[in-house]
Each structure stands twice: as C-alpha cells, then as structure tokens.
C-alpha cells in the first residue's frame, strides 16, 4: 500500500562524516517539503542532530581500499543482514544511500528488487576508479544524484538515471576565506608563511602518508628557515600515528590542531594534503596545494594489473579543470623530495599562485548550486512517480 505523500519515511545510510554531512543537509532539506516525515537508517551526530533515528553509527562504515574492506566484511555483512530486515520491515517510501557504495550498492540492489525505490546520493567514482560498476549502479538505483557536472552524461550513456545537483561544500565555504582570521583564531602568527599538513581521516592512510609528510616538512625547513608548519588532524587515533612520525625530527616544530581542517587550510599559503574531499575544501578556500596519495601496496598492485583505474587525474581540482592545476603525488610519487619540490614552486613563485587563485574561483563558482534543495527537489520528484 502507498503511503500518503506528505508523510513519507525516508531510510538512509552515510558512510564517514562528510557522508554524515550531506545527510544532514537533505534531511533538512526534505523536512521543509514534507514535516512530518520519518528519517530512520545510519547516520552520523549531524543527521541525528537533524532528526534522525541511527539505528547504527556512520563511523561503522569509514572504511576504504579493498582489502581493508574485505578484512572487516564480515561485520560489514552482518550489519547489512540486519539492515535489510529492518527496512523491508517499514517498507520506506524511499531509500537514500550516502556515498559508502562498497557497502550502500549492494543494499540498493536488494531493497530495489522488493520494490523500495532507491537513490545514490554522490555519484561513485566510476568515471575514474572500477568502472564497470557502473552496470552494478544500474541495477541498485532508480535516479543518481550527481555532485560534479560532468558525471551525468556517464551515467546517461550506459542508461542511468542522474542529475547534477552541486556540492554542497561550495555553498558551506564562502568565496572569501581572510588568512589573517584563520590564523588568529588558531593563535598562530598573522606574519611570514605557513604550510599546512593534512595527511588524511583514516588511521589506514595516514599511517602511509605521516612520515613523508614529516619528512617533507624537514626538508622545507631548511630551505626556507622562518616558514611555520600546522596540522589539522580528524581524530585522536590519526593524531597519535603523526605524533609518532615526528619523533624522528625532534627539531622540527609543528602546531598540532585537533579537528578544524578547513580552519588549518585558511590559515595556510600552501596545502600539503591527502587525495580526496580535503582537496576540494582546499580548492574551494582557495589556496594551492600539493595532493598525494598511497594505497596499501596489495590494493594499488591490483589496480594497476586489471587496469581498475581509468581517470588521467585523481586529484578534483584538476578532475573539475580538465588539467593539471595542481601536482598529483601518488604511491612511489609521494616522496618526501617530491612533495617538499612541489610545495616550494606555491611558497616561492607568486605568479603561479595569482594564477591558480583565479582558476580555483571560477571552479568554486561553477559548483555553488544550492545543492541540498536541488537533491530534496529531484528526491520529491522521485517520490511523486510511480515506478
């Protein structure tokens, strides 16, 4: 039996926080059309804060790579047995999975095939990673909703139902972020240059990315003795793994913030950062940056021999340019010699960094779309049709 229209029940899944973010956002969203709808599934504080019934926390699913998912698949199985229950047992109007599609595609497949319709709300990187996915993705969901513009027109061809509806990020960052404030409000020096290190959210990739990250910094301080050095880190875990890093340079000092990444990246005139979200908050906040990466040897040595990666580039400042904006440091690339090389080309050349400021404006421009209400306006227009 349909449920009336105006009260609907929406169950979602987010994986990790920015997943938690955007949950929020179009719970929000969503409310505004439809007040007394029901929000149940997995979340983070933010979608509880927004109404929100967690059955299990987000933090459940901040998992990345291949082998680090399969060494917790069991858990991540049981969950999703238990979730499956659960939803069909309410039979929501709509399912809304989050990004997480290691975990969400899977749980769509499912819910789509018992007549629950279904959208993936931040479009899988297919376009660059695995991208035979994407007839996976067809048969999980009835609409996709897109953060970058270029994506629809993927999904379009292999017969995929999707829109563009922004990122909501470009409306949350201002297009005005004063260094002087950022630094101010984190008790650092309004005076000379400072880098920024963040070396990622996931124990798993900053144990790979803090000692070069170090290094890195070593060396730039004694090619440019007054630059100072903060590091905006996710969470106590990440923090303890950097802080074990930097024994090693006892000499070397580095302002440690807890949290308050995008505070750290305004504070900063260059950015050293692992591949991924961080780049576009980096982007958006406009200042230039260095972005490297490295998988789990077993995980890279995979997608180099089955060719699971398809993109030129990784980094989403140069996704989104069509170019190389920024340099792109991945695996073996990820030197400390390299990554202090390309740092030093934002801290010494001012003609490259005016250049990159406009560039990264235009982009920020582009993607300020009032993202939330375009996603709760094409999740009510999914909701009116009959399937």
Avoid at 92 to 114: H, M, R, S, Y
Avoid at 347 to 357: I, K, P, V, W
Wanted: hydrophobic share 45%; proline share 6%.
């Amino acid at each position: 039996m349909k449920r009336h229209s105006t009260s609907p029940t929406f169950a979602l899944v987010a994986g990790e926080a920015s997943g938690d973010q955007l949950g929020a956002a179009l719970i929000t969203d969503l409310r505004s059309r439809f007040p007394t709808a029901r929000f149940v599934g997995i979340g983070g504080d933010n979608m509880r804060s927004a109404g929100m019934d967690t059955w299990w926390d987000s933090q459940e699913l901040a998992l990345f790579g291949l082998f680090e998912v399969l060494a917790h698949f069991p858990r991540l199985y049981n969950i999703r047995r238990k979730l499956v229950q659960r939803i069909l047992s309410i039979q929501p109007d709509v399912f809304i999975g989050i990004d997480a599609p290691d975990f969400n595609l899977g749980l769509e497949i499912k819910l789509k095939a018992a007549g629950i319709k279904t959208v993936h709300y931040v479009s899988p990187t297919v376009w660059a990673w695995r991208p035979k996915r994407v007839r996976k993705i067809a048969r999980a969901t009835d609409l996709v909703l897109c953060l970058f513009p270029f994506e629809p027109d993927f999904f379009h061809g292999h017969g995929v139902a999707a829109e563009y509806v922004g990122h909501p990020l470009a409306e949350q960052i201002p297009l005005q972020n004063g260094t002087v404030e950022a630094r101010t409000s984190l008790g650092v020096t309004a005076s000379g240059q400072v880098l920024a290190l963040l070396p990622g959210s996931r124990a798993s990739e900053v144990s790979r990315l803090a000692r070069p990250m170090v290094d890195a910094a070593a060396l730039l301080s004694k090619q440019l003795p007054d630059l100072k050095f903060i590091a905006a880190m996710a969470n106590p875990a990440v923090e303890a793994i950097f802080r074990s890093a930097l024994v090693s340079h006892p000499g070397l000092e580095v302002r440690i913030v807890p949290g308050q990444a995008r505070r750290v990246i305004a504070a900063a005139d260059t950015v050293v950062c692992a591949s991924g979200t961080v780049t576009l908050e980096t982007m958006l906040i406009n200042r230039p940056m260095v972005s490297v990466y490295r998988l789990a040897p077993a995980t890279y040595h995979l997608a180099r021999t089955f060719k699971l990666i398809e993109r030129q580039f990784f980094a989403l400042p140069n996704i989104l340019a069509g170019e190389a904006l920024i340099p792109e440091l991945i695996q073996d690339e990820a030197s400390p010699e390299r990554m202090a090389e390309c740092a030093l080309r934002w801290l010494t050349q001012e003609s490259d960094r005016q250049a990159l400021y406009r560039r990264f404006e235009a982009l920020h421009n582009d993607l300020r779309c009032n993202a939330s209400e375009r996603a709760a306006t094409a999740v009510s227009g999914l909701l009116e049709r009959e399937k």
